[in-house]
């Protein structure tokens, strides 16, 4: 696979000229198939290499949460502006690794979850009395009416419609031979000033009207 043929959301990680992380740049040829003259032999060494490297970073992160210092922490989950696509990628696929990883694993990845954020919001709080209750649900979106979602559309009856509803509804949208992201992104851009114009003095009105009420 040359770099031409890596998908676009996965060119920062796939650059040849990458550091290592967890994987070296031999790891990331062999799992893009970069580089294809290995023997069963070696391929089998590859892969058990590249398991263990990988368990010992899970165990690495205890030692990072516990003793990395904060500054070193913030300059590390602040990219530049140019690597912060890449960046974000990233952490949604590792957050992505980790639920599919730990199907059938004995500890539940919500609770795992849960217990993770508690852990960091203690942290911020300097305090072992920080609780917090965290919610992670996994529901599959189900059949929608699209007629009724356009009906809402039209109606501009936005409060009415439901995640499940938007979710499905812009798959659907992007799944069209009609949908062109290049074409939705333009006219959207062309849109986000008077949006925002509206929303601030929709602001602005509600707070005249709050001061008339209270005085």
Do not use: C, W
């Amino acid at each position: 696979m040359s770099q031409d043929d890596v998908p676009e959301s996965l060119r920062a990680a796939a650059d040849s000229d990458r550091p290592r992380g967890i994987l070296t740049p031999s790891d990331r040829d062999f799992l893009l198939g970069r580089k294809t003259d290995y023997t069963d032999h070696s391929k089998k060494q590859k892969r058990n290499r590249i398991r263990r490297r990988v368990r010992n970073a899970i165990l690495d992160f205890s030692i990072l949460f516990e003793y990395m210092e904060q500054r070193d922490r913030e300059t590390v989950f602040d990219p530049d502006d140019e690597d912060r696509d890449a960046y974000t990628q990233g952490i949604t696929d590792m957050l992505a690794f980790l639920h599919l990883g730990t199907m059938g694993y004995h500890t539940p990845f919500k609770d795992m979850l849960s217990e993770g954020v508690g852990k960091a919001e203690q942290r911020l709080a300097g305090s072992n009395y920080r609780m917090v209750n965290v919610e992670f649900n996994v529901e599959p979106v189900g059949q929608i009416d699209v007629d009724e979602v356009v009906a809402k559309l039209e109606n501009e009856e936005f409060a009415q419609l439901t995640d499940e509803e938007l979710r499905a509804f812009v798959r659907l949208l992007t799944m069209s031979e009609g949908f062109s992201p290049e074409a939705a992104r333009e006219e959207i851009k062309d849109r986000v000033d008077e949006f925002s114009e509206q929303v601030a003095e929709s602001a602005d009105s509600r707070e005249q009207t709050l001061e008339e009420l209270t005085n």
